[in-house]
């Protein structure tokens, strides 16, 4: 184990109707009028819309809504609502959503103090203050509840960049798994490889790191077996409880916790290739992306690759573990090439030059461009 030091502040409110419990955790927090941001209208249609704002009238809390937040969140949209939180003088930020919505919630609560919100993701501005965020959960994908990054993309430049800053982490994240039974099917497993992705980015950098290694695996097989029973039966709610709490704790710290790095060079490709096409949602690119990633990069560790095949899915190889992987998401209905997400040969150079325009690229070995290309080549 390489030293660390952990740290995670948010309070997890867990279970079946805890929806209803956001209006007095904000009370708890101190705040008065808080800017709801929300996606495009689903949770009218689930009740969590009708839930949160009836506690927080209860609790006394003014709202301020605003909604329109798109996967793949655009920087336009984020200041925009910027100007409305200072307008208004809110003091705080609630998401009810995602990991689009809570990202976008999360540059707007720093947004409030800096003059060019982007300028933080270019590493020229320091987010040192923020106003607090609270997150009512409905789509466990991203682990954003309970950690401190956000993405935005800026569309002018197609850049899909981040930020992070320990006054972003959420003051209390609410999780009830009974909202997400009405997700359509492709959102649910769109959710879950992105919960596989943002494991292995650390996982498969490891070496030594045994506790830390062996809750790895534990929450891959439970992704898998969960998103199985779940495609069985869709309201199987021990099954979406037990995805949405691997969900999060995939990126709370803890499967990363001693292990000195992470290779997020497969998650950067995506973000390119998404931030050119917005219409292709982060789990469906990586289902794409992450096979072909680990056929290129098995012999950089691989020791680790073998330990992934072995103990996640029981192969002899680490070529078999690819395979069975690959089956598994194209039994659940994920895209399996580039051309299901409407990607043509000829956008491969600008996709990999997009990946390698925030700075160098992977950890298990540094990609260039040209690596991007072959890499992809495969999965045309």
């Known amino acids: 184990m390489h030293s660390f030091e952990f740290y995670n502040p948010t309070r997890v409110i867990f279970g079946r109707g805890t929806v209803q419990q956001v209006g007095p955790a904000v009370a708890r927090e101190g705040a008065h009028k808080v800017l709801l941001i929300a996606g495009g209208g689903s949770i009218r249609e689930n009740g969590v819309y009708q839930a949160v704002t009836q506690s927080l009238s209860v609790s006394g809390i003014n709202v301020v809504e605003a909604w329109g937040v798109r ?14 939180a200072r307008e208004q003088q809110v003091d705080s930020v609630l998401a009810v959503g995602g990991g689009s919505v809570i990202d976008t919630a999360k540059c707007v609560a720093a947004g409030v103090y800096v003059d060019n919100l982007w300028s933080c993701f270019e590493k020229r501005c320091p987010i040192d203050k923020a106003l607090p965020v609270f997150v009512v959960l409905t789509i466990s994908a991203s682990g954003s509840e309970m950690d401190p ?9 197609h850049r899909k960049w981040s930020i992070s800053s320990p006054v972003l982490y959420p003051r209390f994240a609410i999780v009830d798994p009974s909202v997400q039974t009405s997700l359509p099917w492709r959102q649910t497993v769109n959710g879950a490889i992105g919960v596989l992705s943002h494991i292995m980015a650390t996982y498969l950098v490891g070496s030594f790191e045994e506790t830390t290694l062996a ?7 439970t992704v898998i077996k ?65 096979p072909a990633w680990m056929t290129y990069q098995r012999e950089n560790n691989p020791g680790q690759f073998q330990r992934w095949a072995r103990t996640v899915w029981g192969a002899g190889t680490v070529e078999e573990g690819i395979t069975a992987m690959k089956t598994a998401f194209q039994r659940w209905g994920a895209p399996s090439t580039l051309g299901d997400l409407g990607i043509a040969a000829g956008e491969l150079r600008d996709i990999a030059f997009n990946a390698l325009s925030e700075g160098p690229l992977g950890k298990l070995r540094i990609l260039t461009a040209r690596d991007v290309v072959e890499l992809l080549k495969p999965v045309l």
């Open 71 to 84: 996967p793949n969140p655009e920087l336009a949209l984020a200041q925009q609502l910027v100007q409305i």
């Open 149 to 157: 990054w956000a993405v935005l993309t800026e569309s002018e430049q």
């Open 215 to 221: 809750l790895g695996e534990g929450l891959m097989r």
């Open 226 to 290: 969960m998103v199985d029973q779940l495609q069985a039966d869709h309201a199987d709610y021990g099954a979406r409880a037990n995805l949405a709490w691997a969900a999060t704790l995939a990126m709370n710290g803890l499967s990363s916790a001693g292990i000195e790095d992470s290779d997020w060079s497969a998650r950067s490709i995506e973000s390119a290739m998404s931030a050119l096409h917005p219409e292709v949602a982060h789990g469906a690119g990586m289902a794409v992306i992450l």
